[in-house]
Every structure is written in C-alpha cells, then in structure tokens.
T-cell receptor, first 115, second 116 residues
C-alpha cells in the first residue's frame, strides 16, 4: 500500500458524459501528479499540482481539467468523454525537500471505461 | 523533451535464471533520476529501483540491479534468481531535476514472463 488513495476504482460511463476522479496523496506530500495509461498512448503525464497550484502540464486535453484543494486532495475532471478516453488513470504523490529521493508513490488507479 | 525507449516488448525467463531488460533514453538534461517500475496484473505501479545520474555506482536492491551507462544513455535492469512473482510489465522512467515539474517520462514497457 503506497498510501495514495484513488476513488472510484472503476467507472463506466457513456460518450459525452463528464466524470470526476479523486486522489488523496500520502500524508504530508504536497505534490500530486496525474498520469494516463492507455493501450495506444502508453503511460503519459497529464498534469501536476504543488500545494494547490498548477505546476506543470503534459499531454492533457482541453476537455480535461484538474485542481488541488487546500486539504491537498486532487480531482481530475474529464468532460465530453470519447471512446478513446477509456484508460487507467493514476495519481501519484511525491514528498518534497532534501532526502526525499524524488520517488513518486502511485495510487491503485481508476479504470475508466467509456461506452 | 525527453524520450525513453524500451526495445523489448516481451521477454521470458526460466525461474531461478537471470534476465536483463534494456532501456535507452535521450535527454539534454544533466541532473536527473532514472527508475524501473513494475506493474503486476493488479496494475499497481511499484518502484523497483532508482538511480541518480550523478552517481557512478550502479544501484542494487536485493535481486535487482542496474547497469547505468551515462555516456551511452543506457539503463538496463538485471533480475537475478527470477521468481514467478516477477512476472509483470516493467517500465523504465526518466525524471529531470529542474523547475519544470519533475514529471516521469515512461518507456513503452517490457512484458516479462517467468516460467516455472
């Protein structure tokens, strides 16, 4: 158990719909990363938040957005869903400061199926 | 931008034998980390081993060791005394240490099957 929690574990929805994925980082970790794992794109970085502020953006679609709240949990919002958005979405958190070894701890993922 | 390449989509090894997974990367960064992650059928991403680019000594973690060739931009993973539980997807990953967010860039993965 990495200490990172993600809900829900599975999500099945229809095209055109909107969903919200939730992530709670490890206690004390300020940085949250979102990754998408799909068959055709592999594992790719979407977006990072640090202490409530957006820090970096990767290959994230305009239909997707995220935020990090004062309690440090993060939500990834996916809208106007398409079949190709079906994927496993991971959240990872990372400690900050010296001696942190720069390791990212991954949650169990949310499997999204768009029908 | 960084790229990570794993040239072996699938590999198999007999239980108790040794196997080496290959990874090459391309970057202009000078300060970075390299990682190997394991993803078993449960889909959980598990860190296997990490290597700081400034360290010349290759990292080892029990049965897992790396061969880090910085000039060649190569970072292979050796698994000794392979066990059935090592069956998984293995991802090589790169992380630059700069102010751009320190995200992970992953290779395409190698599916490893350990046979009894």
């Amino acid at each position: 158990d990495s200490g990172v929690t993600q809900t829900p574990k599975h999500l099945i929805t229809a095209t055109g719909q909107r969903v919200t994925l939730r992530c709670s980082p490890r206690s004390g970790d300020l940085s949250v990363y979102w990754y998408q794992q799909s068959l055709d794109q592999g594992l790719q970085f979407l977006i990072q938040y640090y202490n409530g502020e957006e820090r970096a953006k990767g290959n994230i679609l305009e239909r997707f957005s995220a935020q990090q709240f004062p309690d440090l949990h993060s939500e990834l919002n996916l809208s106007s869903l398409e079949l190709g958005d079906s994927a496993l979405y991971f959240c990872a958190s990372r400690p900050w400061g010296s001696g942190a070894y720069n390791e990212q701890f991954f949650g169990p993922g949310t499997r999204l199926t768009v029908l | 931008a960084q790229t990570v390449t794993q040239s072996q989509p699938e590999m198999s090894v007999q239980e108790a034998e040794t196997v080496t997974l290959s990874c090459t990367y391309d970057t202009s960064e000078s300060n970075y980390y390299l990682f190997w992650y394991k993803q078993p059928p449960s889909r959980q991403m598990i860190l296997v081993i990490r290597q700081e680019a400034y360290k010349q000594q290759n990292a080892t973690e029990n049965r897992f060791s790396v061969n880090f060739q910085k000039a060649a931009k190569s970072f292979s993973l050796k698994i000794s005394d392979s066990q059935l539980g090592d069956t998984a997807m293995y991802f090589c990953a790169f992380m630059a240490l700069n102010n751009a967010g320190n995200m992970l860039t992953f290779g395409g993965g190698t599916r490893l099957m350990v046979k009894p």
